[in-house]
């Protein structure tokens, strides 16, 4: 069944790079903190929290077209490698495969907006199986933990499609901590991570933008 | 996921047939009321209370929703509990059916915690012997949890709440980790689909209703003199 | 710039949100503006352990009639005719003790017969019975302390004197089921609330709807505790008040 993906309407009054800079002053992010004084100007912030929008969406699209780009790099890497075997390199063909389809999907919806591909040094990760494992378990709670975090940022309709993603991400991850003989499910609720903590996340596992 | 896709589900995995015939059989029941039982309403997730008033600020199609969610909740949490007390499972499913259970169980919890007197009771459920033995258990775990992870992703666009939406989310995807564990340990592949596709409230609704696990609760209690020895 | 991004780091890092990935952020997300996540309505707790299943006892109710068989086959003895409802007109109450694939490989259920000899058991088509359900409770009747005695996850919680049979029409021992409470009915005889057991008399064969044991109240509570009945169990009409609030329809019975 295909994905429909949204929709998105061009945003003329924020472009990236003063997206960019807004983030950079600190404004947003720190829901506790009412205004920060910086480089002798106080930013309200306000101003600066969003609801749900189409020009929001596009921004927290960015985000997750990084994941997946990470995700596809990180797999079709590691199959390239050759040390996968048996189960191991079946997981990582399938989750291969979906994150190709995840990718083409966001980047489909971002259309000339869409950011470009990170740079990638995975390093260990894609040499060994454990190391491998470890890494695909981080990398999909990742995205479960960040894809989570955005739903309420949202937009319904973007929300449904991110909805339809995240929860193949988690089995993604379930399957390799079962193959790691790790227990599948430990947890029995998802912590959602922040995107500058997603970020973050991608930014230790090799992942520069 | 609809029904002829539910069904196909089930023919897919159902290697001895196990789960086919249990289908047969509910399909053969009557509808007869049996001697103390009352089948009105039995089977269906149509709740017969909607909220009329709110359980901690929530609106009322959140509470709704979150009544609907649970029904869910308790059908998973009754169905671990009652595999885990048969002591039919072993190995790695004996221990997911441990853990899993136990999540759902919390989910449970929870879910009463905030919803309290708005929250529906727990219907009774006749696993019909999928409780009792290992492969009809992972059989059956696979559905409920597939289940469990579309019927969360329907309902999440239509919350109000942001709080509600936010734990929705964190347990949707605990449910997409739940079934892949469980398709593991069946033998099929945990992830299928590069997407997974909701399931709306009304198909969610024909095949919990399909399987007949929900059932009217037994009346045990009788008028008239009692013919005791005495 | 580098100021900015390094306060930013700063502030975010100071303790918003538990995440054990909480590492150095990339500057250039262009992320800011986004809210953090709100609090979750539902706060999950710690996963919810089963306590042990030592003092579970699970009991069903006969769905459809049949026949109850020797060892799980049609083709072993049938040992007793089950119908869907017990003489007291209330669903026909069994407690499950195990299930096993049969040779026709549906799954069978050993269950507690409410037949004579006492302690019979026997197996049926698990299609047979309707929804499982457990108690933690255990009645424990001892007809030489004359006490009956209920327990919960193995705590005694209620106790108090009782009659049983006398020797002609002794009460029977053994292991039985609570399967139904009776109310509603004007007979001071049995006192407010009559529960139906699986025991039988074992002399009272010919006693209509079949010399079930019930344990209810008296209206002669003087004669308690002793060993004046037909078999029944008889507590004193306030302490069975007091045992129908804890003890639940399917709890074992053991009868010493």
Known sequence: MRLTAPEVEHCEHASEGSLSRRALIGAGALGAIAS?????????????????????????????????YTQVAF???????????????????????????????????LGAKAGGKPTFDFGARIRSPKAFMRAAIDLEDTAVAGYNGQAANLTKGTLAVAAEIVSVEARHAAWVRAIAGEVAAPDAVDQPMSAQQAAAGLHALGVSS | MSTE???????????????????????????????????????????????????????????????????????????????ERSGALTGKTATAARVVGATERAHVKAFLDLLKSQAVKRPTFDFQGTTEQQRPFLKTAVA????????YKGQA???????????????????????????????????????????????????VTSTHFIVAKPKMRGRGKPSFTG | MALAAAALAGLLSAGLGASHRDKQMTASTGLG?????????????????????????????VRRPTLAHARPSVRSAAVAELATSAPEGTPNLLTVL?????????LWVEVRLPTLPNGSVGWVPRQSLGPYQAVETHLVVDRTRLRASLYRAGRMVFSAPVGV??????????????????????????????????????????????????????????????????????LRNGDLLRLARVMPIGTPVTIR
């Not at chain 2, 199609?61 to 009754?78: G, K, R």
């Not at chain 2, 709080?163 to 980790?177: C, F, K, M, Q």
């Not at chain 3, 195990?98 to 549906?106: E, K, Q, T, V, Y």
């Open chain 2, 5 to 83: 896709s539910f069904d196909r589900f089930l023919t897919a995995v159902d290697r001895d047939g196990a789960l086919a015939e249990t289908r047969a059989r509910a399909e053969t029941t009557t509808r007869r009321g049996l001697l103390g039982w009352t089948l009105a309403g039995a089977g269906t997730l149509v709740l017969a209370r909607t909220a009329d008033a709110r359980a901690a600020g929530l609106s009322a199609s959140d509470v709704d929703i979150l009544n609907y969610a649970l029904v869910l909740e308790y059908l998973q949490s009754s169905f671990y509990t009652e595999a």
């Open chain 3, 98 to 106: 195990r299930a096993r694939p049969g040779a026709d490989r549906r």
């Open chain 1, 75 to 109: 797999y079709s890497q590691a199959l390239a490698h050759g040390a996968l075997e048996g189960e191991l390199r079946d997981f990582a063909r399938t989750a291969l495969a979906h994150e190709r389809q995840h990718l083409a999907a966001v980047r489909n919806a």
């Open chain 3, 33 to 61: 503006g986004l809210r953090a996540s709100p609090t979750p309505a539902l706060r999950i707790g710690r996963p919810q352990r089963l306590s042990s299943g030592r003092y579970v006892s699970r009991w069903t109710v």
């Open chain 2, 157 to 207: 666009p239509k919350l109000k709440s942001n709080a509600v939406l936010a734990a929705a989310v964190g347990i949707h995807s605990v449910e997409a980790r739940h079934a892949a564990w469980m398709r593991a340990l069946f033998g099929i592949t945990p992830a299928v689909n590069a997407f997974d596709k909701p399931a709306s409230r009304s198909s969610v609704n024909g095949i």
């Open chain 3, 165 to 234: 049979g006398t020797d002609a029409w002794p009460t029977p021992a053994g292991e039985f089921t609570v399967r139904s409470q009776l109310t509603r009915y004007a007979s001071p005889f049995y006192g407010p609330i009559a529960f139906g057991t699986t025991a039988r008399s074992a002399v009272l064969t010919d006693w209509p709807d079949g010399g079930f044991v019930g344990i209810h109240g008296t209206n002669a509570p003087e004669l308690l505790p002793g060993h004046v009945s037909h078999g029944c169990i008889r």
């Open chain 2, 144 to 151: 409920l949890e597939d289940l469990a992870v579309a019927a």
């Open chain 1, 36 to 68: 920060v004084p910086l480089a002798g100007r106080v930013f309200r912030l306000g101003d600066a929290l969003g609801s749900p929008s189409k020009a929001q969406d596009v921004k927290i699209l960015q985000l997750v077209l990084q994941v997946e």
